[in-house]
């Protein structure tokens, strides 16, 4: 982390002291000041000269974003920035909303078994800190087992700060019957049946309620308040489906049951765009997971590059995930969310256009998850939940360079471990001419290391 | 450790023939009884122990002292003590004298069954489980341990421990408190808080109650006596302060794991002293290695060192332990009273335990060397007043 030298047990640090009466007279008068800062002259961070792909209204080119109290307070090309801001120079870097992960496999809890995930969130869960590193501001996060069962909401990375960390709970209503969960799937239908008959008999009474009629009051079926709040549409219903025959068995439960639903995974789902745009359903796409075409059958299967971008054309709704949606450091790194943009840019290669795979990591996987008027774009009075990038966030060679979350700088890569065995070609490596390093064919290597040097 | 069962044998043995000792009536015995002038009537036996170096922990070391001991307790300590005539005397030489450690948790010789699912059994009594005839509290003895918190275990409130001494031949010799202290073993979910905030509102505002799991919350409540709660995690701590906002009297400490110096601040500012393993960490998917006790100190925090592992090894290799912490950054005069007063004091019983003073329970070690020191061995332990373990083996020269 930051502190990372502090932790070392090798350095032996001072243990603080009560500060003295010279200590004291200085904290007394920053607490004089305190009042000025609570009476909402609050200090505006100017991220200044950067490229903003803001998502939903364009790029502003060498423009300034302007910060205050966690959200965004302007955005634009030549703004007038106060003078006591604290001003943040990005010159020739590109700022971005910071990613959203439309899924994570990942619990940002310290218990389990919890009905609820506020009840057990850890904000010092070592994912938040890879979050950061990896821009990605607000991650979906589902109970245990994933869809199927447990508590879901929509967290931010603030490590450290339980207090802030939640954005949304509960998010969706995680439904596992896409599958060959024949009794969930039995199951869940009945109960969705029930709900939709209580339904009705409820608006039967309320409309002989408001003409005096007398009515019995419907008594409620138990266990089915998740399928009224699908059924009411205030939540989407998630479920997993791959293959075009698990898709079109999910797209048969929103014929009977109007809900908004969200297919996780959606491999082949290029194999029935056509049915999936003509429902009001979003896919969660992972544009680089292999999947063999099923050779028994004359149809298309199995997995296309091209994936996202016929979902596009058909107009389906779509964000885009890696095929291991969690942080880390080993493993398959390069397939997970430490590099979400390289999951977008999969989707570009199969010829999406940039600004819906921008969109599909942003603002789209926002709209899923609900939280779309807080995050997923830079505009005024969203939440200032902004990364800072070395280049254009498809180029295999950028790298986030700062996160701000809430306003507050969270995250610097030069600050960090996370990268810091990662050199570029051209940085200045102790111990090697950068010159010579960086191929300039008058300045030589030293002696030692020249072809043939006799030592 | 194991095939070297003569050595086993010939420690009990000698334990054995030390304890006869203190059970027969010597003549010197006698004459001391001649020497009291208690009013009680009972003999009191006075014991003068003479050494080089007398650590008391809270009062700094003594050169060339004595400690005089009437019957349990320390009577006088310093290096102007007159001895009585009818003392009798224990010449530790070039020794050290060090206080009697102290494990403010521990579940040696308890049975590790873990009750499922979190619970309130406040009413659960690890007094009422105690079985003294178990070897493991003479080795206990013989790592320097001379008071023991034991735990129940079991998630939620899993009831009230007892504070003890590892020696005696029945529960009534070996307990020091009965009920020594609530333990709780929390982790933030929602059901687990459930259980915690419906355990502390029976309790509420209530003097005394009939139900017994009541009855020990009132207690645990009103500060009579202490509540520990472990959590493993730093965010399972933040959970755990925030369901105990206003806990008036409570007093709560706390038994943590790694990372907790990411809440050190928090913890100074609400003064809850901490029960922390000597252990030194890796931080997770790193190579930094953390020296957990150390940084807690350093930010202000008291700690109470405990075993790496919670088994006899983990007591017989405490002080190695504590000795690593040391050689990596921690202070050695806080890793001495972390191994002492500071766990008495978790215990709520530094009135009688955790140091050399005045009036003090006559809980020392004799050793050869410094307590930390690797290479030292102990000599002698003494629990109130009792000899009850010599190291049978001489040292070689």
């Given at each position: 982390?930051?502190?990372?030298?502090?932790?070392?047990?090798?350095?032996?640090?001072?243990?603080?002291?009560?500060?003295?009466?010279?200590?004291?007279?200085?904290?007394?008068?920053?607490?004089?000041?305190?009042?000025?800062?609570?009476?909402?002259?609050?200090?505006?961070?100017?991220?200044?000269?950067?490229?903003?792909?803001?998502?939903?209204?364009?790029?502003?080119?060498?423009?300034?974003?302007?910060?205050?109290?966690?959200?965004?307070?302007?955005?634009?090309?030549?703004?007038?920035?106060?003078?006591?801001?604290?001003?943040?120079?990005?010159?020739?870097?590109?700022?971005?909303?910071?990613?959203?992960?439309?899924?994570?496999?990942?619990?940002?809890?310290?218990?389990?078994?919890?009905?609820?995930?506020?009840?057990?969130?850890?904000?010092?869960?070592?994912?938040?800190?890879?979050?950061?590193?990896?821009?990605?501001?607000?991650?979906?996060?589902?109970?245990?087992?994933?869809?199927?069962?447990?508590?879901?909401?929509?967290i931010k990375p603030t490590y450290g700060d339980l207090e802030h960390m939640l954005l949304k709970e509960p998010a969706a209503e995680n439904i596992n019957v896409a599958g060959y969960q024949w009794m969930e799937r039995t199951n869940f239908i009945l109960k969705m049946r029930q709900a939709k008959d209580y339904l009705r008999k409820l608006a039967e009474y309320e409309k002989a309620k408001a003409k005096n009629e007398k009515l019995e009051a419907p008594r409620k079926p138990p266990d089915i308040d998740a399928c009224l709040r699908l059924l009411r549409r205030e939540m989407p219903g998630r479920l997993r489906a791959a293959r075009a025959g698990e898709i079109l068995k999910a797209l048969e439960l929103v014929n009977e049951f109007p809900f908004r639903l969200v297919i996780e995974g959606g491999t082949e789902a290029w194999t029935v765009a056509d049915a999936i745009a003509a429902r009001d359903v979003a896919v969660i796409v992972t544009p680089r997971v292999k999947q063999r075409p099923d050779e028994d059958i004359s149809q298309p299967s199995g997995s296309n590059v091209e994936n996202a971008a016929i979902l596009k054309r058909a107009g389906v709704k779509f964000a885009i995930l890696p095929a291991t949606p969690y942080f880390s450091t080993g493993g398959f790194v390069g397939r997970d969310l430490m590099t979400l943009p390289m999951d977008a840019a999969a989707a570009v290669s199969g010829g999406l256009d940039e600004q819906t795979a921008l969109e599909a990591i942003t603002i789209t996987a926002a709209r899923i998850l609900g939280v779309d008027d807080r995050v997923g774009s830079l505009q005024e009075g969203k939440d200032a939940d902004i990364i800072v990038l070395g280049g254009h966030p498809f180029h295999y060679d950028t790298f986030v360079e700062m996160t701000f979350v809430d306003g507050k700088l969270m995250y610097e890569k030069n600050k960090s471990i996370y990268f810091s065995h990662i050199r570029r070609y051209d940085d200045k490596v102790p111990g090697l001419p950068s010159d010579a390093r960086r191929g300039d064919p008058d300045a030589l290597p030293p002696r030692e290391l020249q072809r043939g040097a006799n030592p | 450790?194991?095939?070297?069962?003569?050595?086993?044998?010939?420690?009990?043995?000698?334990?054995?023939?030390?304890?006869?000792?203190?059970?027969?009536?010597?003549?010197?015995?006698?004459?001391?009884?001649?020497?009291?002038?208690?009013?009680?009537?009972?003999?009191?036996?006075?014991?003068?122990?003479?050494?080089?170096?007398?650590?008391?922990?809270?009062?700094?070391?003594?050169?060339?002292?004595?400690?005089?001991?009437?019957?349990?307790?320390?009577?006088?300590?310093?290096?102007?003590?007159?001895?009585?005539?009818?003392?009798?005397?224990?010449?530790?030489?070039?020794?050290?004298?060090?206080?009697?450690?102290?494990?403010?948790?521990?579940?040696?010789?308890?049975?590790?069954?873990q009750r499922g699912g979190p619970a309130s059994h406040a009413r659960y009594r690890v007094a009422d489980v105690l079985y003294p005839y178990q070897h493991e509290y003479q080795r206990v003895l013989q790592a320097g341990f001379t008071t023991l918190g034991l735990v129940p275990r079991g998630q939620g409130v899993a009831g009230q421990g007892a504070v003890i001494r590892p020696a005696g031949r029945s529960r009534e010799e070996m307990l020091v408190a009965e009920s020594g202290m609530i333990w709780i073993e929390f982790r933030a979910d929602g059901r687990m808080k459930d259980v915690i905030r419906k355990a502390l509102e029976s309790a509420k505002n209530k003097e005394t109650s009939d139900d017994p799991d009541v009855a020990a919350m009132i207690r645990a409540l009103q500060g009579k006596i202490p509540t520990f709660v472990s959590c493993a995690r730093p965010a399972d701590t933040i959970h755990l302060l925030d369901l105990l906002k206003e806990r008036d009297k409570m007093k709560l400490v706390l038994v943590l794991g790694i990372e907790s110096h990411r809440i050190a601040e928090r913890l100074v500012k609400e003064k809850i002293p901490v029960v922390i393993p000597a252990s030194i960490e890796f931080e997770l998917f790193t190579l930094t290695r953390i020296n957990e006790p150390d940084l807690l100190a350093r930010a202000g925090v008291q700690i109470a060192c405990v075993p790496e592992s919670a088994d006899v090894e983990g007591l017989e290799d405490f002080r190695r332990q504590m000795a690593a912490l040391v050689k990596c950054g921690l202070d050695g005069q806080t890793a001495r009273k972390a191994m002492t007063i500071y766990p008495a004091e978790a215990l709520g019983l530094d009135y009688r335990l955790g140091s050399l003073e005045k009036g003090k329970d006559a809980n020392l070690l004799v050793l050869d060397g410094d307590v930390l020191d690797a290479t030292t061995t102990i000599q002698k332990v003494m629990i109130e007043g009792k000899i009850v373990y010599e190291n049978p083996w001489e040292k070689s020269q």
């Open positions: 982390m930051r502190d990372g030298n502090r932790t070392r047990w090798t350095t032996r640090g001072t243990r603080p002291r009560f500060p003295g009466p010279a200590a004291t007279a200085v904290l007394t008068a920053l607490m004089l000041c305190v009042p000025s800062i609570l009476s909402g002259e609050a200090k505006v961070t100017a991220i200044k000269g950067g490229d903003i792909y803001t998502i939903t209204s364009g790029i502003v080119r060498n423009g300034t974003v302007l910060v205050k109290d966690g959200k965004i307070l302007r955005i634009g090309q030549g703004i007038d920035i106060p003078k006591d801001a604290n001003v943040v120079d990005v010159r020739g870097k590109v700022v971005m909303p910071g990613l959203v992960a439309a899924a994570t496999m990942f619990m940002p809890a310290a218990g389990s078994g919890s009905d609820k995930i506020a009840d057990s969130l850890d904000p010092f869960n070592y994912s938040l800190s890879m979050a950061l590193a990896s821009g990605v501001t607000s991650i979906f996060a589902a109970g245990r087992g994933g869809p199927g069962g447990g508590p879901t909401a929509v | 450790m194991r095939g070297n069962s003569r050595k086993m044998v010939l420690l009990a043995w000698v334990s054995f023939l030390s304890t006869l000792a203190w059970t027969c009536p010597l003549g010197r015995q006698a004459s001391a009884r001649a020497d009291t002038s208690g009013t009680s009537g009972t003999p009191e036996r006075v014991v003068a122990i003479k050494a080089d170096r007398i650590d008391t922990v809270t009062n700094g070391v003594i050169q060339n002292g004595v400690i005089l001991i009437r019957g349990t307790k320390i009577s006088e300590i310093g290096t102007n003590v007159a001895i009585p005539g009818t003392a009798e005397i224990i010449d530790a030489g070039k020794q050290t004298v060090f206080p009697g450690l102290v494990s403010p948790v521990s579940d040696i010789g308890l049975s590790s069954a």
